[in-house]
């Protein structure tokens, strides 16, 4: 069913019940606000479930129905108005579904005793529904609800609501909201809160079943619940007043909780620097502190690929609008063609970030911030070291890698340039050409080991091998380990210029720095 929802920039959107809409954003930008102005202004096809939720139930009180119901009404309308306070509507609620079970039973058995048909909502109560609901996600537990409501295990004694667990209450009263709600808009803030993930996602799948013509609304930084959801239309949240939708329809499946969580990260950078790794590998510690700038957020997303990914997604507005977005990749063994194929993607001179150190100017950077002599004569010796320890075995191997990559994107260009054709000889003729042929593989491997072979004499060594092949050379020339210069550069490149001003070497040793890395990454301020 299509449901209209007018949303708070005063546009209105018509989507499907069965595609939820998620509002998603990190703890703190105004999620909850953006939610209750939804509400307000959907007002009164809308219900609101708020994450100050009252899930106790102990004894319930007994009152005239029309009590009951306008304290129930009552404290609905405050939890939509007072977002911020915890609301008791739930005890009201549920004693006037007791009552009105009680009144059906009456009709039932009058119905029954005169021999008339029996209407069906005198047997399918709320009552019977909620019980009927929360034993299918509870199996081997009964739920007998009375103003003294109890739960019975298999093979167990009763007991009282007040000792179920946090997971069993908020099902019950979230399942009560639901069959009472006539609302065509639910919005739930915090759907998975006190749910085990498995059992969140469960749930909500019951609830939408149950509820087709209801248009769910969920306000989440959760973004594995998030995806959880059957085709949701997702919005990041970056005020109360402002969101982007996620255009997921040209976002790969493999990409997409990387991409959704790098937008929460956009909610106050206005540039937005992919890495490859995790936020404790060297990739984003060095780029944290090179990027010392409030409007840049530097995200680790894994691999190359996933890198390439967000960049495109992001530069062309399919995650979250007015939001600049670059990359960098380590060399590792690709080409330098295809290192260079993207504006907006850098790798460093180096073969990958931890060797940053044995960059010749950061080395003989740090050679001076060690007080060390010959600084030249150490280099070369560096430099003589690493040769010695990639020729052979090592040369080869790196070989092998940097020809399959290569061999690999050529075959998938050639690939991906043939198109369908109703002449199948014609397409199979097209398919086989990207067969590269028998001696191609060889001239790639020949042509890769003449290279790395020529850069063991000049400065395109530190691009081609990993410095790991050559760290015990640095070591023994610096006299410390490429872990201990790594963070030294790390915590002075990220060290303000105020807090250096009395400590005239790592000042030096910063300048030197970033007189190095500039050529080779973005600028640090925006």
Same mark, same amino acid.
């Given at each position: 069913?299509?449901?209209?929802?007018?949303?708070?920039?005063?546009?209105? #959107?018509? %989507?499907?019940?069965?595609?939820?809409?998620?509002?998603?954003?990190?703890?703190?930008?105004?999620? %909850?606000?953006?939610?209750?102005?939804?509400?307000?202004?959907?007002?009164?096809?809308?219900?609101? #479930?708020?994450?100050?939720?009252?899930?106790?139930?102990?004894?319930?009180?007994?009152?005239?129905?029309?009590?009951?119901?306008?304290?129930?009404?009552?404290?609905?309308?405050?939890?939509?108005?007072?977002?911020?306070?915890?609301?008791?509507?739930?005890?009201?609620?549920?004693?006037?579904?007791?009552?009105?079970?009680?009144?059906?039973?009456?009709?039932?058995?009058?119905?029954?005793?005169?021999?008339?048909?029996?209407?069906?909502?005198?047997?399918d109560t709320r009552l019977r529904t909620i019980t009927r609901l929360w034993e299918r996600l509870f199996p081997n537990r009964t739920l007998k609800m009375d103003y003294t409501p109890t739960v019975t295990r298999s093979g167990s004694n009763p007991y009282p609501t007040a000792q179920m667990s946090e997971g069993e209450r908020t099902a019950l009263y979230l399942i009560t909201?639901?069959?009472?709600?006539?609302?065509?808009?639910?919005?739930?803030?915090?759907?998975?809160?006190?749910?085990?993930?498995?059992?969140?996602?469960?749930?909500?799948?019951?609830?939408?079943?149950?509820?087709?013509?209801?248009?769910?609304?969920?306000?989440?930084?959760?973004? *594995?619940?998030?995806?959880?959801?059957s085709h949701p239309k997702i919005y990041v949240v970056r005020s109360p007043g402002t969101f982007d939708e996620i255009a997921d329809t040209q976002i790969p499946d493999d990409a997409i909780n990387t991409i959704l969580g790098a937008a929460s990260f956009s909610i106050t950078a206005t540039r937005l620097i992919f890495c490859e790794g995790g936020l404790d590998d060297e990739d984003h510690r060095l780029l944290k502190a090179w990027y010392d700038c409030p409007n840049t957020a530097v995200i680790p997303v894994g691999g190359c690929g996933n890198v390439k990914q967000c960049v495109d997604v992001f530069n062309s507005n399919r995650a979250t609008k007015n939001v600049e977005a670059h990359g960098h990749i380590d060399r590792d063994d690709w080409s330098e063609a295809y290192l260079t194929s993207h504006h907006r993607i850098k790798a460093l001179p180096i073969n990958e970030i931890e060797g940053i150190v044995c960059y010749e100017p950061i080395f003989k950077a740090l050679a001076a911030f060690y007080n060390l002599t010959d600084i030249d004569g150490r280099y070369q010796a560096f430099l003589t070291a690493a040769r010695n320890s990639v020729r052979g075995f090592i040369l080869n191997k790196h070989a092998l890698n940097r020809a399959k990559l290569l061999l690999e994107l050529e075959q998938q260009q050639m690939r991906n340039s043939v198109a369908p054709n109703a002449d199948l000889a014609v397409m199979k003729l097209a398919f086989s050409s990207g067969v590269p042929a028998a001696s191609e593989p060889e001239r790639i491997l020949d042509q890769e080991i003449q290279q790395l072979t020529?850069?063991?004499?000049?400065?395109?060594?530190?691009?081609?091998? *990993?410095?790991?092949?050559?760290?015990?050379?640095?070591?023994?020339?610096?006299?410390? %380990? %490429?872990k201990k210069a790594f963070d030294d550069v790390c915590a002075i490149l990220g060290t303000s210029d105020a807090d250096l001003s009395q400590e005239a070497s790592k000042a030096a040793l910063k300048a030197a720095?970033?007189?190095?890395?500039?050529?080779?990454?973005?600028?640090?301020?925006?």
């Amino acid at each position: 069913m299509l449901v209209p929802v007018n949303l708070p920039d005063g546009s209105q #959107i018509q %989507t499907d019940s069965d595609n939820p809409i998620v509002l998603l954003g990190p703890n703190g930008v105004g999620k %909850t606000r953006f939610a209750v102005d939804l509400a307000q202004r959907n007002n009164p096809n809308t219900d609101r #479930i708020s994450a100050n939720r009252f899930i106790g139930l102990t004894d319930l009180p007994r009152q005239a129905d029309s009590d009951l119901k306008s304290n129930t009404q009552g404290a609905l309308q405050r939890q939509l108005h007072q977002y911020w306070d915890v609301h008791n509507e739930y005890t009201y609620l549920m004693s006037q579904i007791l009552e009105e079970d009680k009144s059906r039973a009456q009709d039932y058995r009058a119905h029954h005793l005169e021999g008339r048909e029996i209407p069906k909502e005198l047997s399918d109560t709320r009552l019977r529904t909620i019980t009927r609901l929360w034993e299918r996600l509870f199996p081997n537990r009964t739920l007998k609800m009375d103003y003294t409501p109890t739960v019975t295990r298999s093979g167990s004694n009763p007991y009282p609501t007040a000792q179920m667990s946090e997971g069993e209450r908020t099902a019950l009263y979230l399942i009560t909201r639901l069959v009472s709600s006539s609302a065509s808009i639910v919005i739930v803030d915090e759907p998975e809160i006190h749910f085990h993930p498995l059992l969140a996602r469960r749930f909500w799948n019951e609830m939408e079943a149950h509820k087709k013509d209801t248009l769910f609304v969920y306000v989440t930084h959760d973004i *594995p619940f998030a995806l959880s959801r059957s085709h949701p239309k997702i919005y990041v949240v970056r005020s109360p007043g402002t969101f982007d939708e996620i255009a997921d329809t040209q976002i790969p499946d493999d990409a997409i909780n990387t991409i959704l969580g790098a937008a929460s990260f956009s909610i106050t950078a206005t540039r937005l620097i992919f890495c490859e790794g995790g936020l404790d590998d060297e990739d984003h510690r060095l780029l944290k502190a090179w990027y010392d700038c409030p409007n840049t957020a530097v995200i680790p997303v894994g691999g190359c690929g996933n890198v390439k990914q967000c960049v495109d997604v992001f530069n062309s507005n399919r995650a979250t609008k007015n939001v600049e977005a670059h990359g960098h990749i380590d060399r590792d063994d690709w080409s330098e063609a295809y290192l260079t194929s993207h504006h907006r993607i850098k790798a460093l001179p180096i073969n990958e970030i931890e060797g940053i150190v044995c960059y010749e100017p950061i080395f003989k950077a740090l050679a001076a911030f060690y007080n060390l002599t010959d600084i030249d004569g150490r280099y070369q010796a560096f430099l003589t070291a690493a040769r010695n320890s990639v020729r052979g075995f090592i040369l080869n191997k790196h070989a092998l890698n940097r020809a399959k990559l290569l061999l690999e994107l050529e075959q998938q260009q050639m690939r991906n340039s043939v198109a369908p054709n109703a002449d199948l000889a014609v397409m199979k003729l097209a398919f086989s050409s990207g067969v590269p042929a028998a001696s191609e593989p060889e001239r790639i491997l020949d042509q890769e080991i003449q290279q790395l072979t020529a850069a063991l004499n000049t400065d395109e060594l530190l691009k081609k091998f *990993p410095a790991k092949t050559y760290q015990a050379g640095f070591q023994h020339q610096m006299q410390v %380990t %490429t872990k201990k210069a790594f963070d030294d550069v790390c915590a002075i490149l990220g060290t303000s210029d105020a807090d250096l001003s009395q400590e005239a070497s790592k000042a030096a040793l910063k300048a030197a720095l970033i007189a190095a890395l500039e050529p080779h990454l973005f600028n640090r301020v925006v």
